[in-house]
């Protein structure tokens, strides 16, 4: 199975959201942002855009009375490290759909030596950062072996190490352990960016969310089970977004639990579902809506973030929409260009741009 096959599960994917339906959202969507309101037009999304999504949905029953039908969960393509070469994730980037390369990364030093135990045992002294609780809004600091030994005790306060990239440059020999260069030769022009770990016991996760960089995944103990909607199913989502937009949440939870009276059209999604075992790579696109629970006792992740010198231009193919929106921050253009300038920086050291 090649990965362009994929490519033929979304021509089909239906509903299709209509130009109207488009503009409308893109209305709502543009008002929040930059008045930094995430209730802003409310009224407006339940009296304009909830009434075409359900008509995109069905309209075999007058959408007074109509419930939005419940759809049921599809696979995301698996394909096996031995199948998969950089000519292939040439037609991944000109359709990202999420895909599973299982033990893609399975020779790796970490896959291989990771654990909580090893974390505690090696660098049971470094002070790291975590969210507590089922919201992850406010951060805490204490010892990895602290944070390790609650882990394993199944504490109740549920400690997650949640994009947490400081880890890399404190421990460089983190980094090497990954197989970075590797995955340099599958992405291109597209450069590493930035990696992040995530380390967490069994009801810790993410909700549904999405933002605009490619990442590449690597599980590395346990398992977690990604959950993920379509980019053009995003009017489904009541979606509210951060100050730089770089960042875009819905109202649901890491296990895909929602408010149905509130948000009744999240029911009608399309969506996509895999586990990822140890080794397995998790190529995730720009702006693909997901949602991540951990299902072992603890599990440990790596997400590797990949973008071209000047940005991510694969977000304008997924969402046009939020990649607009993003360029509209100050933060954006402020990152944008620190990050351009050190590319050319870079080059320079290389001698590539020497006379």
Request: aromatic share 14%; charged share 20%.
């Amino acid at each position: 199975m090649k990965i362009s096959s994929q490519q033929e599960m979304v021509k089909g994917l239906e509903p299709h959201p209509g130009r109207r339906l488009q503009m409308d959202f893109s209305w709502v969507m543009l008002v929040r942002h930059l008045t930094q309101n995430p209730k802003a037009l409310e009224q407006f999304y339940h009296a304009r855009i909830a009434p075409q999504v359900m008509a995109c949905t069905s309209t075999s029953v007058p959408l007074t009375t109509q419930a939005p039908p419940v759809v049921t969960t599809r696979p995301i393509p698996r394909l096996r490290a031995e199948e998969v070469s950089p000519a292939d994730f040439k037609e991944l980037f000109k359709y990202p759909f999420p895909v599973v390369i299982e033990n893609f990364a399975g020779e790796s030093y970490a896959v291989k030596h990771w654990s909580p135990e090893y974390f505690r045992d090696k660098y049971g002294d470094i002070q790291v950062p975590f969210f507590k609780g089922k919201e992850y809004w406010n951060i805490e600091q204490g010892s990895m072996a602290e944070l390790i030994d609650d882990i394993l005790a199944g504490g109740k306060e549920r400690k997650y190490v949640n994009n947490i990239a400081d880890i890399f440059h404190t421990i460089p020999e983190l980094q090497a352990a990954l197989p970075i260069d590797k995955f340099a030769a599958f992405m291109g022009d597209r450069k590493h960016n930035k990696t992040q770990i995530f380390l967490g016991g069994t009801a810790t996760g993410t909700g549904l969310h999405c933002a605009n960089k490619f990442n590449l995944f690597v599980m590395i103990y346990g398992q977690k089970r990604w959950t993920f909607v379509h980019p053009k199913h995003s009017p489904w989502l009541y979606p509210t977004s951060q100050k730089n937009f770089q960042f875009v949440h819905a109202p649901i939870s890491a296990t895909y639990q929602y408010d149905p009276e509130r948000y009744p059209l999240i029911g009608s999604v399309p969506r996509y579902t895999t586990v990822l075992n140890p080794g397995d790579v998790l190529v995730n696109p720009p702006w693909w809506w997901h949602a991540v629970e951990n299902l072992s006792a603890s599990s440990i992740g790596v997400a590797t973030r990949w973008m071209t010198d000047w940005e991510s231009v694969d977000g304008w193919k997924t969402n046009p929409l939020f990649s607009a929106l993003e360029k509209l921050s100050p933060h954006y253009w402020k990152f944008a260009i620190k990050y351009y300038l050190l590319g050319i920086a870079r080059r320079d050291s290389d001698g590539s741009l020497s006379h």
